[in-house]
């Protein structure tokens, strides 16, 4: 792209809005700009342009954004048929081996979470469509870095925050290559407590009828209820019938 077709203002705008998170639900024009990089002046104008639109509130203070910024993420859900077709088959799933069922795309890195069957909550966040999740520690997110190359899986990684969310969590980048090389052998990854204590996953690719990665779907279950040991054996029977099952319909 050149550069006189880009929007310099647009993205500087885009930046603001993903300054906003979990642990910044409200930010200052300080703090906003602080966390983009962008100078005061321009996350000023940013700020106050997505509060005039609706898109964030503003006590005087602190921004925080409105249920509006919603509207962004929907339109892609909306626009896109993957979710539609994924549910059905996750409700399914899910209600099947009487677990939480998910499916995600990789972004970055982090997966977002498109679909979800949730039969009890098995982690301290609540995942709905639109959640986000490190990919480095995620069974869903190992499996999406196992579809790029080596040499885009150590960008992805050398990006990432490696955070040792638990004792469990694998960090160093030599052990998450080498976890990757084996859930692309493998074709399916489980994870071991690595995002929370007590909780495991399994997930699997989910492919086209051309054989292109378009998304993973994983089980989630209580670590005190299914060890990580027993997860391939219990789960990953039905999660390569609902990926057949998929694939014809995904083109």
């Not at 906003?20 to 005061?40: K, M």
């Not at 009487?98 to 609540?126: F, H, K, W």
């Not at 980048?173 to 692309?184: F, G, H, Q, S, T």
């Not at 990665?213 to 089980?219: G, K």
């Amino acid at each position: 792209m050149r550069e006189t077709d880009r929007m310099g203002g647009f993205a500087k705008g885009l930046k603001i809005i993903e300054a906003f998170d979990e642990e910044a639900p409200r930010l200052s024009i300080a703090e906003a700009a602080n966390r983009t990089g962008l100078d005061r002046a321009t996350a000023r104008r940013c700020l106050l342009t997505l509060s005039e639109l609706g898109y964030a509130d503003y006590d005087g203070k602190f921004f925080a954004l409105t249920p509006k910024i919603l509207r962004l993420g929907h339109a892609w859900l909306s626009a896109t048929p993957l979710p539609a077709i994924l549910q059905p088959h996750l409700d399914r799933l899910s209600e099947k081996v009487g677990q939480s069922a998910s499916a995600s795309v990789l972004d970055g890195t982090e997966v977002v979470y498109i679909a979800r069957a949730s039969q009890r909550r098995v982690m301290s966040i609540n995942l709905m469509p639109g959640s986000r999740l490190p990919a480095y520690c995620a069974s869903m997110g190992r499996v999406l870095l196992a579809g790029l190359t080596d040499d885009e899986v150590r960008d992805a990684l050398a990006a990432s925050p490696l955070k040792a969310n638990t004792a469990f969590t694998l960090t160093d980048p030599k052990d998450l290559l080498a976890e990757i090389a084996k859930v692309r052998t493998s074709g399916y990854a489980i994870i071991d407590q690595e995002l929370e204590v007590g909780l495991c996953s399994i997930a699997v690719p989910v492919k086209d009828s051309r054989g292109r990665l378009v998304a993973a779907i994983n089980i989630g279950a209580p670590a005190g209820q299914i060890s990580a040991t027993d997860m391939a054996a219990r789960f990953l029977p039905a999660l390569t019938e609902t990926q057949s099952i998929l694939r014809p319909l995904l083109r």
